[in-house]
């Protein structure tokens, strides 16, 4: 059956929040000690990693973990602990590096997101972007002139429901006016975008590689699907 439709994540999909010396060279451990290069990617994969827990929180803070996508407030204090946990005791610079977290300015397309998503429009493939987010990711695609490729944006925090949750998905394919038999879902997390599949879409995983390592991951998964 044909693909009429492309629902995609965002974190580590189409954008990745990369690593920039220029905000995480004043960034110091409990020593006061700079922050090598490996710890340095480390607490960035830690932020953005979409299912795994990183750190032990106690009861409170893992409530906050498992419901940070539906809850800003949650989603700041709970980040906040495990950047504490990470090596960054002081406060005001784990505060410093969550704004930076959820900057949309401050993430980076992969190579071929402009590419794919104006060649789908192009196509009359319809566009969605789902994502486990507690922060209006638009401006990212706006800054990119992206926004008018995708057809709606469905955000936990918006809509109150997470992936794998099968009603987040049926959320976005009612509000798109596509069925899940001809929509295709990619994303980097099994767990989490591969729950598409309990609905009955189809699904393809990228690996959220930096964007200077993974080129066409997004053209190679469409292809797969025989799309574009």
């Known amino acids: 059956m044909a693909i009429e439709a492309v629902l995609f994540d965002f974190s580590g999909t189409l954008f990745r929040l990369e690593h920039k010396a220029s905000w995480l060279t004043d960034l110091t451990d409990h020593r006061g000690d700079p ?3 490996e710890a340095q990617a480390e607490l960035l994969r830690r932020m953005t990693a979409p299912v795994t827990l990183t750190v032990d929180l106690d009861e409170e803070h ?3 973990w498992h419901h940070r996508d539906l ?3 949650l989603h700041r204090k709970v980040y906040l602990e495990v950047l504490r946990q990470s090596g960054i005791p002081r406060v005001e610079q784990a505060k410093a590096l969550y704004r930076r977290l959820i900057d949309p300015s401050e993430w980076t397309p992969y190579p071929d997101t402009g590419e794919v998503l104006r060649g789908l429009s192009a196509s009359g493939v319809t566009v969605g972007v789902l994502s486990n987010i507690a922060f209006d990711i638009r401006p990212a695609f706006a800054a990119h002139g992206y926004d008018t490729h995708v057809d709606d944006f469905v955000l936990s925090y918006e809509v109150g429901a997470i992936k794998p949750d099968p009603a ?3 959320i976005a394919l009612d509000r798109l006016g596509v069925s ?3 929509t295709l879902m990619v994303g980097d997390s099994k ?3 591969g729950g598409a599949t309990q609905l009955g879409c189809a699904f393809a995983l990228v690996d959220p590689l930096p964007t ?3 080129t066409d991951g997004l053209r190679t998964a469409l292809r797969e699907h025989s799309v574009l």
């Open 35 to 37: 922050l090598d290069v």
């Open 62 to 64: 893992l409530h906050a």
């Open 71 to 73: 809850d800003p407030v």
């Open 168 to 170: 987040v998905f049926r």
């Open 180 to 182: 899940a038999e001809r």
């Open 191 to 193: 767990e989490a975008d």
């Open 212 to 214: 200077t390592e993974r």
